[in-house]
């Protein structure tokens, strides 16, 4: 199962809770804490959920379930003039493709480690069938 690190500076932002109550809540989302460090704490969640693999997933998830943030955000969507060609020997290995352009996101660095780290987890989250 995958262990994610989990930055309290992130978390305590995002949330908008401190880290100790942050970590009495962390087990109540079906989560193992694996080690707590003077900055992050590691994690280890159940593949099922690749929607906590990373430190958003889980503000998102925390927000919710402390009644902070509920429902699901509503993002505008519209047609793009972008076209995506997949040539045909890539179809065997990769059947499905989806992609978006997404604008106004500033990135920062934590940002774009976090959505790095995310990508590596995301495998250990799904067996071939």
Known sequence: MPVISLG???LEELVGIPKE???TKIP????D????EEDHVDVEFFPNR???????GVARALRGFLS???GAR?????ESKINL???DAVLPIRPHIASAVVKGIKFSGALIESLMNLQEHLPQGFRKR
């Open 28 to 31: 109540m989302l079906g989560a």
């Open 50 to 56: 690749p929607d906590l693999y990373s430190v958003e």
């Open 33 to 36: 804490i694996e080690r707590v």
């Open 8 to 10: 309290y500076e992130d």
């Open 68 to 70: 902070i943030e509920e």
């Open 21 to 23: 109550e942050i970590l």
């Open 85 to 87: 060609t997949v040539k």
């Open 74 to 78: 509503y993002y505008s969507v519209k």
